[in-house]
């Protein structure tokens, strides 16, 4: 049995069942793990979910941004789709009640016991230890899994405030910085804000912004995490295991490579996303 986690699929449906062949992943034996955002930008969201879903428990989801995105979709249509959205199939599939339904259970942040091992899409503020994670992850699922509350949270959901956490936060301040952090998070500021706007490689941007994952002080370190959201990443092996965080998003959707990294031994394996 090997438990496998996958970066960012993003609608690249032969690439993932490519990347699953060379894994010779066994859904009767093996475990999967995923790290959000299944779906958007890639030409087949609906098949990745479909067969995501058809895995079962197999597969262990937390949600991304985009699925946050398509939820809001789904449950306001005043909402118009992006440019550079590609889930119209999605929206428009008799499919949609049961994918939505199963969406609205998946959750923003996962803790394995025995591998001692969390996965999150994108990263944790330094204030919270894997505990508070779970139980502020879980606070936002149970909102998302309530019909009224869940439809209000995801029509004021965008946004980039509040960008500092409070333990006082409340209501949709507190679920949006939660949500925040769990799908969109890249940087902090020195003193402790979210910063959205810059996506590149830590090199390339000034040196008082920092990655969430060198956050001094951080609650959470101690346990290794898997994480996606952030394409332009490209940490070595040693500073993954330095600082037991492991990026898997490496631009499938932009052409580059679909990743998984087995947890059990930290071995990294991807299929090229180009037409082969």
């Known amino acids: 049995m090997a438990t496998y986690a996958v970066g960012d699929i993003q609608g690249c449906y032969d690439e993932f069942r490519r990347l699953l062949d060379l894994l010779k992943f066994n859904p009767d034996k093996d475990k999967l793990w995923l790290a959000g955002d299944l779906v958007n930008r890639g030409p087949a969201s609906?098949?990745?979910?479909?067969?995501?879903?058809?895995?079962?428990?197999?597969?262990?989801?937390?949600?991304?941004?985009?699925?946050?995105?398509?939820?809001a979709l789904s449950q306001n249509r005043q909402?118009?789709?992006?440019?550079?959205?590609?889930?119209?199939?999605i929206l428009d599939s008799p499919e949609l009640d049961r994918i939505v339904k199963w969406l609205?259970?998946?959750?923003?942040?996962?803790?394995?016991?025995?591998?001692?091992?969390?996965?999150?899409?994108?990263?944790?503020?330094?204030?919270?230890?894997?505990?508070?994670?779970?139980?502020?992850?879980n606070e936002l699922?149970?909102?998302?899994?309530d019909e009224v509350e869940g439809k209000n949270f995801l029509k004021h959901m965008y946004g980039n405030e509040p960008s500092i956490w409070d333990e006082r936060l409340e209501g949709i301040d507190r679920w949006k910085f939660i949500a925040d952090c769990l799908t969109r998070c890249r940087y902090f500021t020195p003193n402790g804000y979210l910063e959205f706007e810059e996506k590149r490689h830590p090199s390339l941007v000034k040196v008082s912004?920092?990655?969430?994952y060198l956050m001094p002080n951080a609650r959470w370190r101690g346990t290794p995490i898997v994480f996606g959201h952030w394409a332009s990443l490209s940490v070595t092996k040693h500073t993954s295991l330095?600082?037991?965080?492991?990026?898997?998003?490496?631009?499938a959707v932009w052409?580059?490579?679909l990743t998984a990294i087995s947890l059990e031994d930290k071995k990294l394996f991807s299929v090229s996303a180009k037409v082969t």
């Open 46 to 71: 609906l098949a990745v979910l479909k067969y995501v879903m058809s895995l079962k428990d197999a597969a262990t989801v937390v949600l991304g941004n985009h699925e946050l995105h398509l939820l």
């Open 79 to 89: 909402l118009k789709l992006g440019k550079n959205d590609t889930i119209a199939q």
């Open 104 to 137: 609205r259970a998946q959750p923003l942040f996962h803790y394995d016991n025995e591998l001692k091992f969390a996965m999150v899409h994108a990263g944790l503020p330094p204030e919270w230890s894997i505990n508070d994670a779970l139980m502020h992850a």
């Open 141 to 145: 699922s149970h909102i998302l899994s």
């Open 209 to 212: 912004l920092q990655p969430w």
């Open 242 to 251: 330095e600082n037991q965080i492991f990026p898997i998003d490496t631009g």
């Open 255 to 257: 052409g580059r490579d």
